[in-house]
């Protein structure tokens, strides 16, 4: 941990010349992404602590890092002897960021701390100006990162090359998804709009690129106004086919610098759509026209599948399907001959989805948690923690690969071997609920949130809980994670609407001992409509056994009996034809009925 102490020191000395009492590292990029380009992992380099979601506060005296609880653990480990207090967040007693930074700059007399204005949106900077304020005015800088001043050997930034996504995968073609936002911009009397989320141009502009690990996007600003656009982006970058593509389609392509003045030729009467929890705090502050308080209507466009991209996940998830059954196959039998472990079977998965047509890479780095690891949500073996498997206790496997025709997650929690009365209770309960919502039939514009207790209700009533949501969008060659709806407790009011994709993964995580979590991707499609209106369910796109063995049968009910039944008899009609007989006879042995 001296690299971080040295860093920590070197950041006081940059913060005491500009008279700063704090600094605040965040987990963002400008385009406020998920997971982000090495070039933007200020918070990462700062700590040491690699999880994708957290931030780092930095004060004269102490340091700590706010996180969730799917990286509690790991980040207890990473933050050791580096100076830097964790913070759990949503655990009593807590403090929030600007609790614990009204007390530091109490003691130290400063009135002033600093976050990046390129890499906050606006909308979180202006609430934590406004919660600064109230506590004895303290003021916020946002034109200073100390970090131009001591990270030395910073990565560049990503340069990937851009290429087209064809419309056979994506299933509508620019022209028409211009024109639907076009309308949108005319609906609300809008000049334009400015685009910063990645995976909105991606998926706007049909064009790829790998500028982020495991997400097929590349760092732009999009300018989209009634007749034109404009693509901020270094030229080099793109294809001869994607240029040529681009000055059809009339997009005019610009340094990506240039988005400072992007505005600079409109009326200040002008309206023009910043989304504020997207753009970043400097370039809207900067913005001299009239902005519209409402959301950019692209999440939820994208998030709406069309019939070509849900044909295309379908095909995804056979193929995805055949990886997973050769890999289970292989498994225990690997495990008993020994000589496995969490690094080797993650490497032989993505060997078996690489072999498999229109395979692009991973969707997210495999977590593959045997035993206590598969208590860390987010675990990722590293060879100074890989484990050795045995033919005995449970294997946490959650991954997912990209294909030109869709993207998958799933997660399963396989047996190895024997297992205790506590896994076997908690592996049923966290089926049950990952059942229960499976079989959920609801109202059309229903939230995620309305929907989140059915995966919890049976483990609540044994005293188990999880803190991570119970599921997310999941994108069409595109990022894993995608919104804007979710099934979580937390209140998410986007609707849930036919054509959506969401996960279903409850879990239950037993500290130091083992985890459990399933996960099947769905989609949403029409149910019935009545005199009470329209009403949906969720299929499974997922194709893949649930391990029967740690399941203890009579806490099962009939009807969820039946749901696992025809989920299995409809795995193995969809892989059967697709593998030998070797794995056939495996699958159909995986997918019996039970009764």
């Given at each position: 941990m001296g690299d971080i102490s040295n860093r920590l020191?070197?950041?006081?000395?940059?913060?005491?010349?500009?008279?700063?009492?704090?600094?605040?590292?965040?987990?963002?990029?400008?385009?406020?992404?998920?997971?982000?380009?090495?070039?933007?992992?200020?918070?990462?380099?700062?700590?040491?602590?690699?999880?994708?979601?957290?931030?780092?506060?930095?004060?004269?005296?102490?340091?700590a890092l706010w996180t969730d609880s799917r990286y509690f653990l790991a980040a207890e480990r990473q933050l050791r002897f580096s100076g830097i207090q964790l913070m759990k967040e949503r655990i009593a007693g807590t403090p929030t960021i600007p609790e614990w930074l009204s007390q530091r700059l109490m003691v130290s007399g400063k009135t002033e701390v600093g976050i990046d204005g390129w890499t906050n949106s606006y909308?979180?900077?202006?609430?934590?100006?406004?919660?600064?304020?109230?506590?004895?005015?303290?003021?916020?800088?946002?034109?200073?990162?100390?970090?131009?001043?001591?990270?030395?050997?910073?990565?560049?930034?990503?340069?990937?090359?851009?290429?087209?996504h064809d419309v056979a995968y994506a299933g509508e073609n620019i022209y028409r998804k211009l024109k639907r936002l076009r309308s949108f911009l005319a609906e609300h009397s809008l000049q334009a709009i400015l685009i910063s989320s990645l995976d909105d141009i991606a998926w706007l502009l049909n064009l790829r690129a790998a500028d982020v690990h495991c997400n097929p996007v590349f760092?732009?600003?999009?300018?989209?106004?009634?007749?034109?656009?404009?693509?901020?982006?270094?030229?080099?970058?793109?294809?001869?086919?994607?240029?040529?593509?681009?000055?059809?389609?009339?997009?005019?392509?610009?340094?990506?610098?240039?988005?400072?003045?992007?505005?600079?030729?409109?009326?200040?009467?002008?309206?023009?759509?910043?989304?504020?929890?997207?753009?970043?705090?400097?370039?809207?502050?900067?913005?001299?026209?009239?902005?519209?308080?409402?959301?950019?209507?692209?999440?939820?466009?994208?998030?709406?599948?069309?019939?070509?991209?849900?044909k295309g996940f379908d095909n995804a998830m056979m193929r995805d399907g055949v990886a997973m059954v050769q890999f289970l196959r292989w498994l225990r039998p690997a495990v008993e001959a020994g000589g496995q472990t969490e690094i080797s079977v993650?490497?032989?998965?993505?060997?078996?989805?690489?072999?498999?047509?229109?395979?692009?890479?991973?969707?997210?780095?495999?977590?593959?948690?045997?035993?206590?690891?598969?208590?860390?949500?987010?675990?990722?073996?590293?060879?100074?923690?890989?484990?050795?498997?045995?033919?005995?206790g449970l294997l946490l496997l959650d991954s997912g690969a990209h294909y030109?025709?869709?993207?998958?997650?799933?997660?399963?929690?396989?047996?190895l071997g024997p297992v205790t009365d506590e896994q076997r209770l908690v592996y049923t309960l966290v089926l049950k609920g990952n059942i229960?919502?499976?079989?959920?039939?609801?109202?059309?514009?229903?939230?995620?949130?309305?929907?989140?207790?059915?995966?919890?209700?049976?483990?609540?009533?044994?005293?188990?809980n999880y803190l991570h949501g119970t599921?997310?969008?999941?994108?069409?060659y595109l990022n894993v994670?995608?919104?804007?709806?979710?099934?979580?407790?937390?209140?998410?009011?986007?609707?849930?609407?036919?054509?959506?994709?969401?996960?279903?993964?409850?879990?239950?995580?037993?500290?130091?001992?083992?985890?459990?979590?399933?996960?099947?991707?769905?989609?949403?499609?029409?149910?019935?409509?009545?005199?009470?209106?329209?009403?949906?369910?969720?299929?499974p796109l997922t194709l893949c056994p649930i391990d029967l063995a740690p399941v203890n049968i009579d806490m099962l009910t009939a009807e969820e009996k039946a749901w696992l039944n025809n989920y299995h008899a409809d795995v193995y009609a969809k892989l059967s034809p697709l593998l030998d007989d070797d794995h056939r006879q495996w699958l159909a042995e995986a997918t019996k009925s039970i009764s």
């Amino acid at each position: 941990m001296g690299d971080i102490s040295n860093r920590l020191a070197e950041i006081r000395v940059e913060l005491d010349r500009e008279s700063l009492g704090a600094y605040i590292f965040t987990s963002t990029d400008p385009h406020n992404g998920e997971y982000v380009p090495d070039h933007w992992k200020c918070r990462e380099y700062v700590s040491g602590f690699d999880g994708s979601a957290g931030t780092v506060v930095v004060a004269g005296l102490d340091a700590a890092l706010w996180t969730d609880s799917r990286y509690f653990l790991a980040a207890e480990r990473q933050l050791r002897f580096s100076g830097i207090q964790l913070m759990k967040e949503r655990i009593a007693g807590t403090p929030t960021i600007p609790e614990w930074l009204s007390q530091r700059l109490m003691v130290s007399g400063k009135t002033e701390v600093g976050i990046d204005g390129w890499t906050n949106s606006y909308a979180f900077v202006q609430e934590l100006k406004q919660e600064m304020r109230s506590r004895g005015g303290i003021t916020v800088r946002t034109n200073y990162n100390p970090l131009d001043y001591v990270w030395n050997d910073r990565p560049a930034r990503p340069s990937s090359k851009v290429v087209l996504h064809d419309v056979a995968y994506a299933g509508e073609n620019i022209y028409r998804k211009l024109k639907r936002l076009r309308s949108f911009l005319a609906e609300h009397s809008l000049q334009a709009i400015l685009i910063s989320s990645l995976d909105d141009i991606a998926w706007l502009l049909n064009l790829r690129a790998a500028d982020v690990h495991c997400n097929p996007v590349f760092v732009s600003y999009l300018v989209v106004a009634h007749h034109d656009a404009a693509l901020y982006i270094d030229a080099s970058r793109l294809s001869e086919q994607a240029a040529t593509y681009l000055n059809r389609n009339n997009i005019t392509v610009l340094p990506y610098e240039d988005v400072s003045h992007a505005f600079e030729h409109l009326d200040p009467f002008d309206k023009v759509l910043m989304d504020p929890n997207e753009t970043p705090y400097t370039l809207y502050a900067k913005t001299p026209c009239r902005k519209a308080d409402i959301p950019s209507p692209l999440p939820m466009m994208k998030a709406v599948k069309n019939e070509v991209e849900i044909k295309g996940f379908d095909n995804a998830m056979m193929r995805d399907g055949v990886a997973m059954v050769q890999f289970l196959r292989w498994l225990r039998p690997a495990v008993e001959a020994g000589g496995q472990t969490e690094i080797s079977v993650s490497d032989k998965l993505r060997e078996l989805r690489a072999s498999q047509d229109l395979f692009v890479d991973l969707s997210f780095d495999t977590i593959a948690g045997y035993q206590e690891h598969g208590a860390i949500v987010h675990y990722e073996a590293t060879p100074a923690t890989d484990m050795p498997l045995r033919p005995e206790g449970l294997l946490l496997l959650d991954s997912g690969a990209h294909y030109l025709d869709g993207t998958t997650d799933i997660t399963r929690t396989i047996a190895l071997g024997p297992v205790t009365d506590e896994q076997r209770l908690v592996y049923t309960l966290v089926l049950k609920g990952n059942i229960q919502l499976a079989m959920l039939k609801f109202p059309k514009g229903a939230s995620g949130t309305q929907l989140d207790a059915l995966a919890r209700k049976d483990m609540w009533s044994y005293g188990y809980n999880y803190l991570h949501g119970t599921g997310h969008g999941v994108g069409s060659y595109l990022n894993v994670h995608e919104g804007p709806h979710q099934i979580r407790m937390e209140y998410r009011p986007a609707p849930l609407l036919e054509g959506m994709t969401v996960t279903d993964e409850p879990g239950i995580y037993v500290s130091g001992r083992f985890g459990v979590r399933i996960e099947n991707t769905m989609i949403i499609e029409k149910y019935m409509t009545t005199d009470f209106g329209e009403f949906l369910q969720m299929r499974p796109l997922t194709l893949c056994p649930i391990d029967l063995a740690p399941v203890n049968i009579d806490m099962l009910t009939a009807e969820e009996k039946a749901w696992l039944n025809n989920y299995h008899a409809d795995v193995y009609a969809k892989l059967s034809p697709l593998l030998d007989d070797d794995h056939r006879q495996w699958l159909a042995e995986a997918t019996k009925s039970i009764s």
